[in-house]
Each structure stands twice: as structure tokens, then as C-alpha cells.
């Protein structure tokens, strides 16, 4: 079930990368696509990076489609689930990512509504939810093995234990009734919504 949306967002992003996220979302009766574009400051040179994600109404991810530029170079990539379930890159497969479930996107805090969405934990409850994670500025795709563990709410902030091991990364991040991040430490803080 997809949870009131908001129609967009946006993340400053901190830390990891300097830059700024924008969020359009396009809801219908087969599920939602997820519009976005990040623009950071990658190594010293200037990226931008244009997505669309579209799930199902479970969240699971359908497809994805990805341009990005950094100096004078374009990359684009397409993520498609296949019949039998498996994901493709420009349409090959890709062992390394078979079983997978969900796409993320280096300096994207969006991405990380879809295993929290799809899984649905309850307090107390954790999932493995490894995603085909796109790098920046190249848009190379790899396995990233994560974990959400959720914890006790701060009110009506959902808050999960979260971890990436190839990123040595541990943290508590904070989501909204609708499961789109407000505080990813060290990667983004919500600035707007509307």
C-alpha cells in the first residue's frame, strides 16, 4: 500500500556529498514513479544526476532510468525488472544483482524509501535488503548489502538502525508517515515539502 505522498521534496545533502535533491512524485493506480534530480560536487568536479524510479504498489522496483554529467561527460543507464523477476542493466544481466529488489543511488536520499516502504517493519523487526546501487558520476552498477533494523518512533518520526558494511556505515535514520527520509547523518537532511 503507498502511503499519502507528498507531491514533491527536497534534501539538502551534507557530509558525504555537497549538493541538493529534488523529488517530484507521479502516483496511479499501478503504483508510483519517483522523479528526481541530485546535483553535487563529486571528486572537485560538478555532477548532476536525473532519475525516475517506478514501483509497484508494494514498492517493488520496476524500473529505473538514469542521465548523468559530470564536466563533459553523459552516462545513462536503465534498470528493468524482467519477467521472471530479475534485474537488468541496459538490458543485460548481471549476476552480481540477481535476487535483487530495490535500485540506490549514490547521493540520493530518496532511494532509501524503497526497502523501508516494501519491507513495512514493525518496531523491533529488521530486514536484510541488499539494492543494485548505481555510483556516481559513471552510474556503474553494484551490490550494496544493507540492513534496515527498525527502532522505537520519535513521535510520528519512523526511525530504522541502518547499515551499509562495504561503506562502514552505521546510523539512525529518521523518515516521515510517508517513508521518505528527513535525516540520513552524514548524507541529507529534508529542506522542503510540498
Same mark, same amino acid.
Given at each position: 500500500?503507498?502511503?499519502?505522498?507528498?507531491?514533491?521534496?527536497?534534501?539538502?545533502?551534507?557530509?558525504?556529498?555537497?549538493?541538493?535533491?529534488?523529488?517530484?512524485?507521479?502516483?496511479?493506480?499501478?503504483?508510483? =514513479?519517483?522523479?528526481?534530480?541530485?546535483?553535487?560536487?563529486?571528486?572537485?568536479?560538478?555532477?548532476?544526476?536525473?532519475?525516475?524510479?517506478?514501483?509497484?504498489?508494494?514498492?517493488?522496483? !520496476?524500473?529505473? !532510468?538514469?542521465?548523468?554529467?559530470?564536466?563533459?561527460?553523459?552516462?545513462?543507464?536503465?534498470?528493468? =525488472?524482467?519477467?521472471?523477476?530479475?534485474?537488468?542493466?541496459?538490458?543485460?544481466a548481471v549476476?552480481?544483482?540477481?535476487?535483487?529488489?530495490?535500485?540506490?543511488?549514490?547521493?540520493?536520499?530518496?532511494?532509501? #524509501?524503497?526497502?523501508?516502504? +516494501?519491507?513495512?517493519l514493525d518496531?523491533?523487526?529488521?530486514?536484510? #535488503?541488499?539494492?543494485?546501487?548505481? /555510483?556516481?558520476? &559513471?552510474? +556503474?552498477?553494484?551490490?550494496?548489502? !544493507?540492513?534496515? =533494523? /527498525?527502532?522505537? &518512533?520519535?513521535?510520528?518520526? +519512523? /526511525?530504522?538502525?541502518?547499515?551499509?558494511?562495504?561503506?562502514?556505515?552505521?546510523?539512525?535514520?529518521?523518515?516521515?508517515?510517508?517513508?521518505?527520509?528527513? &535525516?540520513?547523518?552524514?548524507?541529507?537532511? /529534508?529542506?522542503?515539502?510540498?
Amino acid at each position: 500500500m503507498i502511503l499519502a505522498l507528498p507531491a514533491s521534496a527536497a534534501w539538502r545533502l551534507v557530509g558525504a556529498h555537497d549538493g541538493f535533491e529534488v523529488l517530484f512524485v507521479v502516483e496511479d493506480a499501478e503504483g508510483v =514513479r519517483l522523479d528526481g534530480h541530485v546535483t553535487v560536487v563529486e571528486e572537485g568536479v560538478p555532477c548532476a544526476m536525473r532519475y525516475s524510479i517506478r514501483v509497484d504498489r508494494g514498492w517493488t522496483t !520496476q524500473w529505473a !532510468q538514469v542521465i548523468a554529467r559530470s564536466g563533459s561527460d553523459w552516462y545513462e543507464r536503465q534498470i528493468q =525488472r524482467t519477467g521472471d523477476g530479475e534485474l537488468t542493466v541496459d538490458g543485460v544481466a548481471v549476476p552480481e544483482l540477481q535476487g535483487l529488489v530495490d535500485v540506490d543511488f549514490e547521493g540520493s536520499a530518496v532511494t532509501n #524509501a524503497l526497502p523501508v516502504n +516494501r519491507t513495512k517493519l514493525d518496531v523491533g523487526e529488521a530486514a536484510d #535488503a541488499p539494492a543494485a546501487y548505481v /555510483r556516481l558520476p &559513471d552510474l +556503474r552498477v553494484v551490490r550494496l548489502d !544493507q540492513t534496515y =533494523r /527498525r527502532i522505537e &518512533d520519535d513521535g510520528d518520526r +519512523r /526511525r530504522y538502525e541502518y547499515e551499509a558494511p562495504e561503506f562502514d556505515t552505521r546510523c539512525v535514520l529518521v523518515y516521515d508517515a510517508a517513508g521518505l527520509v528527513l &535525516d540520513y547523518p552524514g548524507i541529507a537532511v /529534508r529542506a522542503l515539502t510540498l
